[in-house]
């Protein structure tokens, strides 16, 4: 069996401003980079493989935590959002035209308007984890989170997720093959020298 934590990555300038950001590769803004120079994994993860999506939010995030460079690794790139990309998700949704749904509502198959469906990430995410040989703390984003903690929950997209995916959080999967499982709740990061 083995264990895949995943991590979010640090805030950017995007998400406090409430912008959808997937593949455009927004950076760390300099806060979330003095919090996470704050952190530390938990012991029992101090001998893990550490990869991240090739997005300079996720690779810089898994340097600053850990403190050594991450193996970049594709398929964590985060979800394409397509047209809706950069756009805010309050604006989305107040506009009918848009097309923009609750994400409780997407099933596996709702696709952004030239973007990617939940399923074309099950897709890639799938055989990248079913591959892993050693534990592997991934660094990455909260689609492609949504999309590995939906495959070991049975989460559908349909109603409300049964997760709640914060940061500073490392959520752990456990793959035996075919069977996924997910801790039922999180291991909060702690303080430098805690």
């Given at each position: 069996?083995?264990?895949?934590?995943?991590?979010?990555?640090?805030?950017?300038?995007?998400?406090?401003?409430?912008?959808?950001?997937?593949?455009?590769?927004?950076?760390?803004?300099?806060?979330?980079?003095?919090?996470?120079?704050?952190?530390?994994?938990?012991?029992?993860?101090?001998?893990?493989?550490?990869?991240?999506?090739?997005?300079?939010?996720?690779?810089?995030?898994?340097?600053?935590?850990?403190?050594?460079?991450?193996r970049p690794e594709p398929a964590l790139t985060e979800m394409d959002w397509g047209?809706?990309?950069?756009?805010?998700?309050?604006?989305?949704?107040?506009?009918?035209?848009?097309g923009f749904c609750d994400i409780e509502t997407w099933g596996w198959n709702f696709?952004?308007?030239?973007?990617?469906?939940?399923?074309?990430?099950?897709?890639?995410?799938?055989?990248?984890?079913?591959?892993?040989?050693?534990?592997?703390?991934?660094?990455?984003?909260?689609?492609?989170?949504?999309?590995?903690?939906?495959?070991?929950?049975?989460?559908?997209?349909?109603?409300?997720?049964?997760?709640?995916?914060?940061?500073?959080r490392l959520f752990v999967l456990h793959i035996d093959g075919t069977d996924w499982?997910?801790?039922?709740?999180?291991?909060?990061?702690?303080?430098?020298?805690?």
């Amino acid at each position: 069996m083995i264990r895949l934590a995943l991590l979010r990555h640090g805030h950017t300038a995007w998400n406090r401003a409430g912008r959808i950001q997937g593949r455009t590769d927004i950076p760390l803004d300099d806060a979330a980079r003095a919090h996470l120079r704050s952190l530390q994994l938990p012991e029992d993860w101090a001998n893990a493989d550490v990869v991240a999506s090739p997005l300079s939010r996720a690779m810089e995030t898994a340097e600053l935590i850990t403190g050594q460079p991450a193996r970049p690794e594709p398929a964590l790139t985060e979800m394409d959002w397509g047209q809706w990309e950069g756009a805010q998700g309050s604006a989305l949704k107040a506009d009918p035209a848009s097309g923009f749904c609750d994400i409780e509502t997407w099933g596996w198959n709702f696709r952004p308007p030239q973007g990617e469906c939940p399923d074309d990430l099950r897709a890639r995410l799938q055989p990248w984890a079913m591959g892993l040989t050693q534990d592997t703390l991934a660094i990455c984003h909260i689609g492609v989170m949504r999309v590995l903690l939906a495959m070991a929950t049975g989460w559908n997209f349909e109603g409300p997720a049964p997760f709640s995916i914060k940061r500073d959080r490392l959520f752990v999967l456990h793959i035996d093959g075919t069977d996924w499982k997910a801790d039922p709740g999180p291991i909060r990061l702690t303080g430098v020298g805690s």
